[in-house]
């Protein structure tokens, strides 16, 4: 699993799916100042680090969850990580929208599943964990019987967890926050005083950054 872990940190630094810059901040959507950016969709661009990927979900759903009738891929990121999951297990496929259509069928969920259906739900990426568990409870308004979550990344928050744990429903990722920094240390990648930035972000990560934004 730690292997799993650090060769999944490997590969999101080697092609820039992530970027750490301690000393000049990304600003998310929500406003916050971030040391870090991720963007796991660049993982598709990459044949090699996708197939790592897709077998390294198929490998983790096969240990954690062999009663799997389905898979479902959060939209965007991860429908087509999911996608990609789904054929290596010989499963069907659906994927959840972050709201229902304004047109068409109104669908929230996309594709043909059955009530009761025991799925597993695939996302690209964990931050405060409201999106991804608004997936989940869609699924289970549809009536899906959700088995766990697994995502490539997570950063690893307190408030994330939490929700996972108020909504129980079972979080697993490929690599994580702490792995990453550690990866990036030995590499070079960044400083010791980096890592201190980064460990100090993410303790309190709305609140980082405030004088950068004053």
């Not at 789904?86 to 994927?95: E, T």
């Not at 695939?122 to 568990?133: H, M, Q, V």
């Not at 549809?142 to 939490?162: H, K, N, P, Q, S």
Request: aromatic share 10%; with cysteine.
């Amino acid at each position: 699993m730690y292997e799993t872990a650090k060769k999944t940190a490997e590969y999101l630094l080697q092609i820039k799916a992530i970027k750490l810059q301690p000393a000049k901040p990304f600003t998310w959507a929500s406003g916050w100042k971030s040391p870090i950016y991720c963007d796991n969709r660049k993982t598709l661009s990459f044949p090699e680090v996708r197939g790592y990927i897709r077998d390294s979900f198929a490998a983790k759903v096969r240990e954690l969850y062999p009663g799997a009738e389905l898979i479902a891929g959060v939209a965007t990121g991860a429908i087509a990580h999911g996608a990609l999951v789904a054929d290596k297990l010989g499963l069907p496929f659906i994927y959840v929208r972050s709201g229902v259509k304004d047109h068409g069928l109104g669908n929230q969920i996309e594709g043909h599943y059955e009530n009761g259906q025991k799925v597993v739900v695939i996302e690209d990426l964990i931050s405060t964990g409201g999106s991804s568990l608004g997936a989940v409870r869609a699924l289970r308004e549809a009536g899906c019987e959700v088995l766990g979550m697994i995502a490539i990344f997570t950063y690893g928050f307190a408030r994330a967890a939490d929700s996972f744990a108020a909504e129980q429903c079972r979080l697993d990722t490929l690599s994580n926050y702490s792995v990453l920094v550690d990866m990036a240390a030995a590499s070079g990648y960044i400083t010791q005083g980096d890592v201190e930035t980064l460990k100090v972000w993410r303790t309190e990560p709305s609140e980082w950054g405030k004088e950068i934004r004053g």
